[in-house]
């Protein structure tokens, strides 16, 4: 198998298939393919039923084989932003944010990633239920607007403003941090906390989370009476 990723701000990723390699992606992501692409909706048992359905996830996933020869699918981002590849494998996996998920090479598994600490759920912007990829293969996820990556050293920690981090590799621990002064936090206009993530291991941020670009557009928007 090989890809192209292309297109960025408006990104989509194309697959080249060998006859017989599949691929799956998440419902509805298919943007166009050549004719011999096979589909199958699969749901992957109760337990992944309830872990996409926890994560944000569609119920179902779908998987495209090339049948009779080599084929092609295109799969097209749903906001603004990147398409991510990712390199599983055991030992080193990775966690999302909620409904990043996009496509995966068949090694993958998507499970649900709960934060240890309730504060960082609650608190932190980032959501008590985030999504872990792990096995052995390649995983596609969405960034949203442009990708800034860092290697954070043990012990070593970045904070995060509410929503701007993507995924990190789970070797990273995820706590929150009180924005320091009254003044700061009433008046300041970034809220009471900040996302701290803490090293091994590398993070992947986003500048324009999907929650601020729709605040940005929000005053923009007609609606009927």
Do not use: H
């Not at 749903?78 to 995966?104: C, D, F, H, R, T």
């Amino acid at each position: 198998m090989q890809y192209k990723i292309d297109g960025a701000p408006f990104p989509y990723v194309t697959f080249s298939l060998e006859g017989g390699e599949s691929i799956e992606c998440q419902k509805g992501a298919m943007s166009w393919m050549t004719p011999n692409m096979k589909m199958e909706t699969k749901t992957g048992g109760m337990g992944q039923l309830l872990s996409r359905a926890v994560s944000g996830e569609s119920l179902f996933k779908n998987k495209y084989t090339a049948e009779g020869g080599a084929g092609e699918i295109t799969l097209a981002a749903s906001v603004p932003g990147n398409i991510l590849a990712m390199e599983v494998q055991p030992g080193k996996s990775v966690v999302a944010q909620k409904s990043a998920y996009l496509a995966s090479t068949l090694g993958i598994n998507v499970s649900v990633f709960f934060q240890k600490k309730l504060g960082a759920g609650f608190f932190g912007g980032e959501g008590f239920i985030m999504q872990k990829f792990d096995g052995t293969g390649t995983v596609f996820i969405e960034a949203d607007g442009t990708v800034v990556e860092y290697e954070l050293a043990a012990g070593q920690s970045m904070l995060i403003d509410t929503g701007y981090l993507a995924a990190m590799e789970a070797t990273c621990s995820m706590d929150i941090e009180t924005v320091k002064g009254v003044g700061n936090m009433l008046l300041g206009g970034e809220g009471l906390f900040n996302t701290k993530v803490t090293g091994p291991g590398k993070i992947w941020l986003q500048t324009m989370p999907a929650n601020i670009l729709a605040s940005a557009i929000q005053p923009y928007i007609v609606t009927g009476n």
